[in-house]
């Protein structure tokens, strides 16, 4: 029993590999960074939107166009690895913290 757990304990993975869940939020980071970067189209979109009302599409193209090719020049994958090495960098961060915490634990006694 006591080889099934060193050897899960050995085979776990790298730091830099990312969760499921960590790679949904650097996703969700890197969505929210583009609508950050891209705000003044996202806007004009609104405000046409919000004057057209159902004929949107056809009036609103232009807009469209623009937000959308705004929104999608952060799509590409060096920003994805951005969002990822920020993830990391906190996975590192909380990991010297525990360090710190146990080395002090470990120095009181």
């Known amino acids: 029993m006591s080889d099934d757990l060193s050897s899960s304990t050995s085979r776990r993975l790298p730091i830099w590999v990312l969760g499921p869940r960590e790679e949904k939020e650097a996703r969700q980071n890197l969505k929210k960074f583009a609508y950050d970067q891209c705000s003044e189209y996202v806007k004009a979109m609104v405000e046409c939107s919000k004057l057209h009302g159902l004929k949107i599409f056809p009036a ?48 009181k006694k």
């Open 60 to 107: 609103c193209q232009p807009q469209r166009d623009r937000m959308a090719g705004c929104i999608l020049s952060y799509q590409g994958d060096s920003f994805l690895d951005q969002e990822r090495d920020k993830i990391v960098q906190r996975k590192i961060g909380k990991l010297e913290q525990q360090l710190r915490e146990q080395q002090e634990t470990h120095a």
